[in-house]
């Protein structure tokens, strides 16, 4: 019994070695490239030349141009998806435009004259925002056109199609002094 174990085991290291001494004779040629076969072009002869309906068909070609100057793009989508927020011109974005005017609530007015007075107002969070004439608030590019002793207007562009341009005012109330708004 002991001998026909290293029987196999002098067998197995044989059939290994046998299969190493392959698989790396293998390795030593590159693969043939492979055969490209180009052939001779041929020359079309003198007398054969192209009859007059040809040469007219090919000199009449029409070469079409387009102008998109005063048209609509009809690739561009009709509705916008994602943030409809534009930078305005110049201006750095602040944080009073990342929330739309209904997640806002004016809790403080400070009274002075309609050119001089602030306002505060408060997100979901609490945190507290100024506000003063001229200062851009919401999503849609509103911006506070003036503030009264009871209310802010805010001032928001529609956006439509052409040349129009509209504003929607916006008025934000103060909250009664017993209850909530």
């Known amino acids: 019994m002991r001998r026909s174990g290293r029987r196999r085991r002098r067998i197995a290291i044989l059939v290994l070695l046998v299969g190493m001494a392959f698989g790396l004779g293998a390795c030593d040629k590159p693969p043939a490239p492979p055969v490209v076969r180009r052939t001779k ?23 079409f141009t387009y102008n998109p100057q005063g048209l609509v793009d009809p690739f561009k989508p009709f509705i916008q998806i994602g943030s409809t927020s534009k930078t305005i011109e110049g201006i750095p ?9 209904s997640q806002l609530k004016l809790t403080a007015i400070i009274w002075v004259n309609e050119k001089e007075s602030c306002a505060m107002v408060e997100d979901s969070a609490g945190k507290g925002f100024t506000l003063k004439r001229g200062t851009y608030i919401g999503k849609r590019g509103g911006k506070v056109k003036t503030i009264r002793k009871d209310r802010v207007i805010v001032e928001l562009p ?8 509209d504003t929607r005012e916006v008025v934000m109330k103060m909250p009664e002094e017993g209850g909530k708004k």
């Open 41 to 63: 072009p041929v020359a079309k002869k003198a007398s054969e030349t192209p009859s007059p309906k040809e040469v007219t068909a090919s000199q009449k070609k029409p070469v």
């Open 93 to 101: 974005k602040t944080p009073l435009q990342e929330y739309d005017l």
């Open 158 to 165: 529609l956006r439509t199609y052409g040349t129009k341009s």
